[in-house]
């Protein structure tokens, strides 16, 4: 299959266009055998409105023979050849017809070519000689019709109303204006047409208006003999009576008329296009090729709105075919109507141009876009949609290329681009020219190439708002990745306001933490990086260390003064800043993402910190370049920085100049427990809109049981296990008929998840004296036992964890995390 040039037209014919189409062209205007000087004119002394012509050319494309007619000629018939002719004057408009014959001498069978042909086709037919015994019949097929208007009062009419079409020849030329049947750009503008015959420019004298009355009726004439039948039946598909418009895939290029809006169907959405230009590729078996249809809409590259061309291709169908199921829809036949879809278009039109100016902190539940173009499932979570913040850092840590374009899955090279009109057509008469009239801005004046930091939107603002992109890159905060998110599905961060309030620590310790950290909220809701105010040169960010045992808070701190400050929260472990722990690597993931928090002015978490903050030593010249980078990087850093550990005693002492405000958070008791149980019971209705209730005698158990408090929870446990209790609770309902009413958390899912846990603990104190009288058999037994019973419960010190800590990782204690 090759592809169709697009520069030879976008009215491409029915029949097959093959690489030779500009070739063939040129013969059929060029012929020099076309008029042979000297012979009687065939038509006397007046010459056709219209008039026919047919040439037949041998395999090597020479021209046999021409005739020329005011009727529509057969290529399939015979007969005494006709004069040549030689014509002083032009018809309005030719009718030129090129086909090839395969001419054979009397008593020599036909050679066809191969078993690909077919027959039946329309553009083959056999030739035979005036006896029509068959004696040196030709297969004869049509390659190309073609349409010369000569008339320059249609010409100049025409370049009148054809605005945007890339593919239109030139009107004001001074040679013929040649268009390829089926004559897609007059079928295009045929209302137009009808609507400068009765509304020609002021300047037009009387006479010449007249003759372009004439001209164009004669034109309409000729389009609706040749195309009315084919397009009346076509019309009464697009309003069957039963609601369901379809489409032919022959006649489906009269939606394809450049200028007009299509949606494309991408990953099940559908995405707007403005239509540059449509071809059709050919086949090697002579049947129907795939249209290929140039579209273009708006998005943000290097920095700029910009217009990215791309090639669909639209692939053959038998019969007709549900309009809405194509994969390119056009706008007046998109599922939900063409005005709803327009309105809420225009809306997400204007939101991708604001989030273009700056990043913008979301929320989102829809599909993701993978940077390599690959589909990355759906996802729902926090965001940075930041375009610009996408070309700067979307490499990732790594060093990951990234596509340059922003919609990077398509499977052929773009085509080329195509020039927008700045103002609107006028009529190409020297009367018109001449007359000054100014020439009204262009629906497209101004689309391309725009800063939205500092420019206005275009005139049109609407149809500009309306071929923007839908997808725009963001920053996965959760997965701490980039990606591209539908516009659609982003939504206003709504804060957690009573996140804090029920944060479970220390009094001191929150006024401390909120006193520190209020100044910094963002209170217009807008995510902006931190201010250059803030830091001057260097040391002037803000570090908190956060220390004490797992499960007690810490990680929920940083989250609760994210929700107070309405900030985003970049937390990171040491996975996200490197694997094989190399000084490189380590040093350019810490930069990419303190850069990151800079910019979005976001809180930075990074947990288990002692991993990097280690003592230096001078056995280990690798750990001391890893702390010399976290050093240095503190140093700088402009932003509030949030360090936890459960062992603050490995901390190399150059680090405590750096930090600003270190809290200690201590273990919980059972009065801190029973505050978290009830935060989160109270969460949990809350959130579940009354789908969801917890019975008295559940939180009289969570809150009074000995065989709760015995167990020793920590914050990040209690929330564990309640999450554990609703999903029995819900199997429950689920078994007992259904989910349409309330599910009930009894203190029978509370008991269960409790001797779950008791059971493991049991299970696990086993195995560590199992495993500590494997490693010292010979030590006395009573040093074990006191060893294990300070740890066996599970917990090395709780804490004040919030009531709903969502995402928090956890926290290890293992000898490898140590290190």
């Given at each position: 299959?090759?592809?169709?040039?697009y520069e030879?037209?976008s009215?491409?014919s029915?029949e097959?266009?093959?690489t030779?189409s500009r070739?063939?062209r040129?013969t059929?205007?060029?012929?020099?055998?076309?008029?042979v000087s000297?012979?009687?004119?065939?038509?006397g002394?007046k010459i056709p409105?219209?008039?026919?012509s047919v040439?037949?050319?041998n395999?090597?494309g020479?021209?046999l023979?021409?005739?020329?007619?005011?009727?529509?000629?057969?290529a399939?018939t015979?007969?005494a050849?006709?004069?040549k002719?030689?014509?002083g004057?032009k018809?309005v408009?030719?009718?030129?017809?090129r086909?090839?014959?395969?001419?054979?001498?009397?008593?020599?069978?036909?050679?066809v070519?191969?078993p690909?042909l077919?027959?039946?086709?329309?553009s083959?037919a056999?030739?035979?000689?005036?006896?029509g015994n068959?004696?040196?019949?030709?297969?004869?097929r049509t390659?190309?019709?073609?349409?010369?208007?000569?008339?320059?009062?249609?010409?100049a009419?025409?370049?009148?109303?054809?605005?945007?079409?890339?593919s239109?020849p030139d009107?004001?030329?001074?040679?013929?204006?040649?268009?390829?049947a089926?004559?897609?750009?007059?079928?295009?503008?045929?209302k137009?047409?009808e609507?400068h015959?009765?509304?020609?420019p002021?300047?037009h004298?009387a006479?010449?208006?007249?003759i372009?009355v004439?001209?164009?009726?004669l034109?309409?004439?000729f389009?609706?003999?040749?195309?009315a039948?084919?397009?009346?039946a076509?019309?009464?598909?697009?309003n069957?009576p039963?609601?369901?418009?379809?489409a032919?895939?022959n006649?489906?290029w009269l939606?394809l008329?450049p200028?007009?809006?299509?949606?494309?169907?991408?990953d099940?959405q559908l995405v707007p296009?403005v239509i540059?230009?449509?071809?059709?590729?050919?086949?090697?078996?002579?049947?129907?090729?795939?249209?290929?249809?140039?579209l273009?809409?708006?998005v943000?590259?290097g920095?700029r709105?910009q217009r990215?061309?791309?090639?669909?291709?639209?692939?053959?169908w038998n019969?007709?075919?549900?309009?809405?199921?194509?994969?390119?829809v056009?706008?007046q036949?998109v599922a939900?109507?063409?005005?709803k879809v327009?309105?809420?278009q225009?809306?997400?039109?204007?939101l991708?141009w604001?989030?273009?100016k700056?990043?913008?902190?979301?929320e989102y539940?829809?599909?993701?876009?993978?940077?390599?173009?690959s589909?990355?499932?759906?996802?729902?979570?926090?965001?940075v949609v930041?375009?610009e913040?996408?070309?700067r850092?979307?490499?990732?840590a790594?060093?990951?290329?990234?596509?340059?374009s922003l919609?990077?899955r398509l499977?052929?090279?773009?085509?080329?681009k195509?020039?927008?009109?700045?103002?609107?057509p006028?009529?190409?008469?020297k009367a018109?020219r001449?007359?000054?009239i100014?020439q009204?801005?262009?629906p497209?004046a101004?689309f391309?190439?725009?800063?939205?930091k500092?420019d206005?939107?275009?005139?049109?603002?609407d149809l500009?708002?309306?071929?923007?992109?839908?997808?725009?890159?963001?920053f996965i905060?959760?997965?701490?990745?980039?990606a591209?998110?539908?516009?659609e599905?982003l939504?206003d961060?709504?804060p957690d306001k009573?996140?804090f309030?029920?944060?479970?620590l220390?009094?001191?310790i929150k006024l401390t933490?909120k006193a520190l950290?209020?100044?910094?909220?963002?209170l217009?809701?807008?995510?902006?990086?931190?201010?250059?105010?803030?830091?001057?040169?260097?040391g002037?960010?803000?570090?908190f260390?956060?220390?004490g045992?797992?499960g007690?808070g810490?990680?929920?701190?940083a989250?609760c003064?994210?929700?107070l400050t309405h900030r985003p929260?970049?937390?990171?472990?040491?996975?996200?800043?490197s694997t094989?722990?190399?000084v490189?690597?380590?040093?350019?993931?810490?930069?990419?993402?303190?850069?990151?928090g800079?910019?979005?002015?976001a809180?930075v978490?990074?947990d288990e910190?002692?991993?990097?903050l280690?003592?230096?030593r001078?056995?280990d010249l690798?750990r001391?370049?890893?702390?010399?980078?976290?050093?240095r990087?503190?140093?700088y850093y402009r932003g509030?920085?949030?360090l936890?550990?459960n062992r603050v005693?490995?901390?190399?002492?150059?680090?405590t100049?750096?930090i600003?405000?270190?809290l200690?958070y201590r273990?919980?008791?059972d009065?801190?427990?029973q505050?978290i149980?009830?935060?989160?019971?109270d969460?949990l209705?809350r959130?579940s809109?009354?789908?969801c209730?917890v019975?008295?005698?559940?939180?009289?158990?969570?809150?009074a049981s000995?065989?709760?408090?015995?167990l020793r929870?920590?914050?990040?446990?209690?929330?564990?296990?309640l999450q554990t209790?609703?999903a029995?609770?819900?199997?429950e309902?689920?078994?007992s008929?259904?989910?349409d009413d309330t599910?009930?958390?009894?203190?029978?899912?509370l008991t269960?998840?409790t001797?779950?846990?008791g059971?493991?603990k049991?299970?696990?104190?086993?195995q560590?004296r199992t495993a500590?009288?494997?490693?010292?058999?010979?030590r006395?037994?009573?040093?074990?036992e006191l060893?294990?019973?300070e740890g066996?419960?599970?917990?090395s010190?709780?804490?004040?964890e919030?009531?709903?800590?969502?995402?928090?990782?956890?926290?290890?204690?293992?000898?490898?995390?140590?290190?």
């Open positions: 299959m090759e592809d169709f040039n030879t037209s009215t491409a029915f097959h266009v093959g030779e070739k063939t040129d059929m205007l060029k012929d020099p055998n076309s008029r000297g012979k009687q004119p065939l038509f002394d409105d219209v008039l026919y040439q037949w050319c395999s090597t020479k021209v023979e021409r005739r020329e007619s005011d009727k529509p000629i057969d399939a015979s007969g050849e006709p004069d002719v030689d014509i004057k018809p408009i030719e009718i030129a017809k086909v090839s014959t395969t001419h054979r001498r009397p008593g020599v069978p036909a050679r070519p191969g690909q077919v027959l039946e086709d329309d083959y056999f030739r035979t000689n005036a006896d068959g004696a040196g019949a030709e297969l004869v390659e190309k019709t073609l349409m010369l208007i000569h008339s320059k009062h249609l010409k009419a025409l370049a009148a109303i054809v605005g945007y079409y890339p239109a009107f004001t030329s001074d040679e013929p204006t040649v268009i390829e089926p004559y897609q750009v007059l079928v295009h503008h045929c137009a047409l609507h015959r009765t509304n020609q002021t300047s004298s006479e010449y208006a007249a372009v004439k001209h164009i009726d034109l309409l004439a389009l609706k003999g040749v195309l039948g084919q397009i009346e076509e019309a009464s598909r697009w069957d039963l609601g369901v418009p379809t032919t895939f006649l489906f939606f008329k200028g007009e809006i299509a949606y494309k169907v991408q099940g296009f540059s230009g449509v071809g059709r590729t050919g086949t090697d078996d002579g049947g129907p090729g795939a249209y290929l249809v140039n273009w809409n708006i943000f590259v920095g709105l990215r061309i791309q090639t669909s291709y639209v692939y053959p019969g007709a075919r549900a309009i809405k199921t194509l994969p390119l056009p706008a036949f939900g109507g063409a005005k327009a309105e809420e225009l809306k997400l039109g204007k991708y604001d989030l273009t700056r990043p913008s902190y979301k539940d829809g599909p993701l876009i993978n940077r390599d173009g589909l990355g499932g759906s996802m729902t979570g926090r965001v930041d375009p913040g996408w070309e850092f979307g490499d990732g790594h060093g990951k290329q990234v596509p340059q919609e990077p499977t052929s090279s773009a085509p080329r195509d020039s927008l009109p700045e103002t609107l006028r009529c190409g008469c018109c001449g007359a000054g100014p009204g801005p262009s497209f101004g391309d190439n725009l800063d939205p500092k206005n939107p275009p005139e049109n603002e500009f708002f309306r071929v923007l992109n839908k997808t725009i890159p963001a905060l959760g997965e701490r990745r980039w591209l998110v539908y516009v599905f939504r961060v709504t009573d996140a309030k029920n944060l479970v220390d009094s001191e933490v950290t209020g100044k910094f909220a963002s217009d809701g807008r995510v902006s990086p931190w201010p250059s105010d803030f830091v001057k040169n260097k002037e960010g803000r570090i260390l956060l220390h045992s797992p007690v810490k990680t929920c701190t989250e003064v994210a929700e929260l970049l937390a990171l472990t040491s996975g996200d800043i094989s722990m190399s490189a690597s380590v040093e350019r993931s810490l930069n990419y993402f303190l850069a990151l800079e910019r979005f002015g809180l978490l990074l910190a002692d991993v990097y280690e003592q230096r001078a056995s690798r001391n370049g890893l702390v010399s980078i976290f050093l990087a503190l140093e509030l920085l949030f936890t550990t005693e490995a901390f190399d002492s150059a680090f100049s750096r600003h405000v270190a200690h273990n919980l008791t009065d801190d427990r505050r149980w009830i935060n989160n019971f969460r209705e959130d809109a009354g789908k209730t019975l008295p005698a559940a939180r009289k158990f969570a809150l000995a065989e709760v408090r015995a929870w920590n914050g990040r446990e209690i929330r564990n296990a209790a609703v029995l609770a819900e199997t309902a689920l078994d008929g259904g989910l599910v009930a958390l009894a203190d029978s899912h269960a998840v001797r779950m846990s059971g493991f049991a299970f696990l104190r086993r560590q500590a009288a494997a490693v010292s058999p010979g006395a037994g009573p040093g074990r060893f294990l019973k066996d419960d599970g917990e010190g709780d804490g004040g919030e009531h709903d800590s969502g995402d928090e990782d956890d926290e290890d204690e293992s000898d490898g995390e140590r290190q």
